[in-house]
């Protein structure tokens, strides 16, 4: 069974000067462990076929299976549930929260989720991070990480949960060009694990690490 298998998605927003159509009939296979890069000028539609594959949108038609779900079809409810559970999400400003260490920013989605014992999500967070190389910075706040430590966290707090899909929008945008490569490194490392990988990327650096691609111009899959 696909991880994602979008079915014609469609999305249509209205706007005051009318309906605009973000995504056109938009379809999608992506299978266990794939590390696939959805590319495309601004405007293509990236960000909401993201939307569409984590649930923070709906299509207007189609269908969107994700894990095992109709995530078109659950309530809003059963939607935050599932996503707490089955999406881990990297942001381009790595979005961690600067009052908690590193380690509590990991151990955020178990706590959201109750995925763990309480016992055991410490000794995860800091597994998590040893796996990404920065198990010395646990205790340190994310205005202490360099911009490369705090992305290698957001991705730890992101597979906190063993997520089966983890979705980045432009997880190397805010990156220099030799900590991008270590990011991606280590993204085509977890999609080696079994872990289904979704980038939105604008560059070429990716193209060596990548197992497929989808390419949007003006809403449909090109």
Same mark, same amino acid.
């Given at each position: 069974?696909?991880?994602i ?20 009939k938009?379809?999608? =296979? ?6 696939l890069?959805?590319v495309g000028?601004?405007? =293509? ?14 299509? =207007?038609?189609g !269908?969107?299976?994700?894990a095992?779900a109709?995530?078109h ?29 590193v ?10 989720c ?6 055991e999500?410490r ?12 198990? !010395?910075?646990?205790g ?5 990480l =360099? ?5 290698r966290?957001?991705?730890?707090r ?11 929008d !432009? ?9 991008a490569?270590?990011?991606l490194e280590?993204?085509?490392a ?18 060596p ?5 989808? !390419? ?7």
């Open positions: 069974m696909p991880v298998d979008l079915h014609e998605v469609t999305k249509t927003y209205d706007t005051p000067s009318g309906p605009f159509t973000a995504l056109r938009v379809s999608l =296979s992506t299978e266990k462990g794939e590390f890069a959805v000028r601004s405007g =293509s539609g990236k960000s909401t076929l993201i939307n569409m594959i984590t649930g923070i949108d709906r299509p =207007s038609t !269908e969107v299976r994700v095992g109709a995530v079809e659950l309530g809003q409810q059963a939607l935050s549930i599932w996503r707490g559970r089955n999406v881990g999400v990297v942001f381009q400003f790595f979005q961690l929260l600067p009052t908690l260490t380690a509590e920013n990991v151990m955020l989605p178990m706590d959201f109750d995925t763990y014992p309480r016992a999500r000794p995860r967070a800091l597994a998590l991070l040893e796996r990404m190389g920065i198990a !010395e910075q646990a340190k706040l994310p205005a202490a =360099s911009g490369g430590q705090q992305q966290a957001a991705i730890a992101a597979l906190a949960n063993d997520p089966p899909l983890l979705v980045a !432009e997880p190397t945008g805010n990156l220099d060009s030799h900590t490569v270590e990011v280590l993204f085509a977890i999609a080696a694990g079994g872990t289904t990988v979704v980038m939105v990327t604008h560059g070429s650096e990716a193209r690490y990548i197992t497929s691609t989808v !390419e949007l111009t003006d809403g449909a899959r090109v």
